[in-house]
C-alpha cells in the first residue's frame, strides 16, 4: 500500500534533485530541466493529495493546469535560450552578462 | 545521475525515463489521466523540443563543457549538493511529520468513503469538473498558452522582416 507521505518522500527527493541542477549546473538547457523537475514534484504533490478528493477533483484538474502552464514555459524559455544562443554563440548563463544589443 | 551527467544528450534521455517514471506514480495515485497527459505533453512535446534546441546549440556546447571553471550562480558542486541536501532533508521532516498528523479534512474523506477508488471514472469526472466548476482557471490557461505559442514564435523568428 502506497500512502502519501510515500509520495511526499519521492515528492522531495525529485525536489531536491532540480534544485541541484538549478544552482549546480552551468548549461541553460539542464537549468531548465531542473525547473521542470521541480515542477513535477509539485504535480506528484498535487496528484498524491488529490486522491482525498472525489466529489472536486481539485488536485487532479489543477495538475492538468500546471503540466499546461509547464509546456508553456518550456516553449518560451527554449525560444529565448535559442535566440540568446544566436546572439552569444553560448548558452552558458555565464557568459550572458548585457540586457541590450 | 540526470543532473551529474557531462553528455547533455545522456541527460535528457534520463530526465525522458524520470518523466515516464513519474507518470507511472500518477498511475499509482490513481491518475489515470494526468499520467496519460504528462506522457503526452512531457515526452511528446517539451522533451522534442529540448533534445532540438540541444542540437540547435551544441557546436561549441562540448568545449564549454570541457573547461569546467565557472557556474551558475558562481556556486560550486558541494555547495549546491549542500544546498540541495539540507532541503530535502527539511521536506522529508516535514512530510513525516505530516504523515504522523495528518489534517482533518483526509481523515473524513477516508472514513466517509469520499476518497478516489481504483475503479472511478475519474476522466470523466475531470472531464465534468473542468467544464464546470473550474471553467474559469481553463480558459485562462488556454488564452495563456495561446500568448506564450504566439510570443515563442515570435521570439525565434527572424529578425528584420516584418
Known amino acids: 500500500m502506497i500512502t502519501l507521505t510515500h509520495f511526499l518522500v ?8 532540480g534544485l541541484y541542477a538549478v544552482i549546480a549546473r552551468r548549461n541553460a538547457i539542464l537549468v531548465l530541466v531542473g525547473i521542470e523537475l521541480m515542477i513535477n514534484a509539485a504535480i506528484l504533490n498535487l496528484v498524491a493529495f488529490g486522491r482525498y478528493d472525489s466529489t472536486r477533483y481539485g488536485g487532479q484538474a489543477f495538475a492538468l493546469f500546471a503540466i499546461v502552464l509547464a509546456a508553456a514555459g518550456v516553449a518560451v524559455a527554449l525560444a529565448i535560450i535559442l535566440n540568446v544562443y544566436k546572439h552569444y554563440k553560448t548558452i552558458n548563463p555565464e557568459d550572458i552578462n548585457k540586457l541590450r544589443d | 545521475m540526470l543532473v551529474s551527467m557531462r553528455n547533455i544528450a545522456r541527460a535528457l534521455f534520463l530526465f525522458f525515463i524520470v518523466l515516464f517514471s513519474v507518470a507511472g506514480l500518477y498511475v499509482f495515485a490513481l491518475a489515470d489521466f494526468v499520467a496519460i497527459t504528462q506522457i503526452l505533453v512531457y515526452v511528446g512535446g517539451v522533451l522534442v523540443l529540448m533534445l532540438f534546441a540541444f542540437m540547435l546549440s ?17 556556486l560550486p558542486v558541494w555547495q549546491s549538493l549542500l544546498i540541495a541536501a539540507s532541503f530535502l532533508a527539511i521536506l522529508v521532516y516535514a512530510s513525516l511529520q505530516f504523515g504522523a498528523h495528518e489534517p482533518t479534512w483526509i481523515v473524513t474523506a477516508r472514513e466517509s468513503g469520499t476518497a478516489i477508488e481504483p475503479t472511478a471514472n475519474t476522466v470523466q469526472q475531470i472531464g465534468v469538473q473542468v467544464m464546470t466548476r473550474y471553467l474559469l482557471p481553463f480558459e485562462i490557461v488556454s488564452v495563456l498558452l495561446m500568448m506564450a505559442l504566439i510570443g515563442a514564435a515570435h521570439l525565434t523568428r527572424k529578425e528584420g522582416k516584418l
Open chain 1, 10 to 17: 519521492v515528492g522531495a527527493c525529485i525536489f531536491a534533485i
Open chain 2, 58 to 74: 551544441s557546436k561549441t556546447l562540448v568545449d564549454q563543457l570541457q573547461n569546467g571553471a565557472s557556474h551558475f550562480f558562481a
